[in-house]
């Protein structure tokens, strides 16, 4: 079974590293073949062919620029009359708004990959909803019941990320060799945060609160995560000014963009992502606990159906102090970071087993 992987391919984030997970475990499903059709060249496209899969570059669409456009499509006609595919998934309403005239016309099974909850209210999504799937792939039950009435009727699935374990658990030597890389002392306790700079991830909630935590000497954080446009440029200069306003500049650590994240997890001590909106899934909570981290963030979203009380702590939305107390437990307390974080990489597994959940992929496309 070819599958093809339509996507925009121009940023980083949590669908980037599904597709690139996709490529580096193809191996466990040798009768499911992935390929990829990407719009831009980046990041994403440099990490496929990095993984050996095949990547077709479609070119540069903009809705601004209607000659692109045309010109993206007719490149992906073009590739489908050339090579026979079984079925095509469409990653986000943004692939599917540009190419769903070709789709349409080509008569493939088509599969909506829905990597966050659809509102029907953008107008991406509504020139996006011109094309009906024969599916709604959706990573979370969170963002299958928040669907919306994009595709009234269409047959849903819910698919939790395969995600890659890291190949060998924490290492002293290795911990303490990032922490000295990272200016970090070797028995200081290291709270991290991974995520993308948005503000909804929580990045000025979970300063306010290690802003409570200034009379408690040994903790360390470190904020990952590197700005993709203007907007996030603005927001990491907002986030240093506070971290200085609040007088905890020299305990927190913005490192920015980072090719290294298990690395850094295996670092650390305690994994801190105070979302004040809804997570669709969580990608970097399951990271987390591979590495054996506790995860403390918000009870929202798919973090509902990640965390638990045997691998971390669901807190308030909006809640600083709430988020300063756990996080002071968490400092305090080893024999609780060490029982707590001896459960996560079970929880990771029983999850997101990339081998089981690249069947589970295959057998719900072979269905369609």
């Not at 079974?1 to 499903?29: D, K, P, Q, W």
């Not at 993206?72 to 599917?96: G, I, N």
């Not at 599916?135 to 979370?140: F, G, I, M, P, R």
């Not at 969580?282 to 506790?294: D, F, V």
Request: proline content about 7%.
């Amino acid at each position: 079974m070819r599958v093809l992987h339509i996507y925009s391919g121009n940023l980083y984030g949590g669908v980037e590293t599904l597709l690139a997970t996709l490529a580096r475990c193809r191996h466990f499903c040798p009768n499911m073949e992935p390929e990829f059709a990407l719009c831009f060249e980046g990041r994403l496209s440099w990490e496929l062919h990095a993984a050996g899969a095949i990547v077709h570059a479609v070119g540069p669409a903009r809705f601004r620029n209607p000659g692109s456009v045309w010109r993206a499509r007719r490149r992906l006609r073009l590739l489908l009359q050339s090579k026979r595919f079984d079925v095509v998934v469409c990653h986000m309403a943004w692939p599917l708004a540009i190419f769903g005239p070709v789709l349409r016309k080509s008569g493939l099974p088509l599969v909506s990959w829905q990597h966050g909850p659809l509102s029907g209210r953008d107008w991406i999504e509504r020139w996006a909803g011109r094309t009906t799937p024969g599916l709604a792939l959706c990573n979370s039950r969170f963002t299958a019941e928040l669907y919306g009435g994009l595709y009234p009727g269409v047959q849903k699935a819910v698919l939790h990320y395969p995600v890659i374990p890291p190949a060998a658990p924490p290492d002293q030597i290795e911990r303490a060799a990032v922490r000295r890389g990272l200016n970090t002392p070797e028995d200081a306790i290291v709270i991290i945060q991974v995520s993308r700079l948005t503000p909804w991830k929580g990045h000025t909630l979970h300063l306010e609160a290690l802003a409570k935590l200034r009379d408690l000497d040994g903790w360390v954080c470190w904020i990952v995560g590197g700005a993709q446009r203007p907007e996030e440029v603005a927001y990491l200069g907002i986030l240093r000014t506070m971290s200085r306003r609040l007088a905890i500049a020299d305990r927190v650590h913005f490192l920015e963009e980072r090719s290294d994240v298990q690395r850094l997890l295996g670092a650390s001590d305690i994994f801190c992502q105070p979302n004040t909106g809804p997570e669709p899934f969580g990608i970097a909570l399951i990271e987390a606990l591979y590495a054996g981290l506790p995860v403390l963030t918000t009870a929202m979203g798919g973090a509902l159906e990640i965390v638990d009380g045997s691998c971390g702590e669901l807190l308030p939305a909006s809640d600083p102090e709430s988020l300063a107390a756990a996080l002071r437990r968490f400092i305090e307390r080893g024999g609780l970071r060490r029982s707590v974080g001896a459960a996560c990489v079970a929880r990771a597994r029983q999850l997101c087993d990339p081998q089981a959940q690249i069947h589970k992929l295959s057998v719900i496309l072979a269905g369609i």
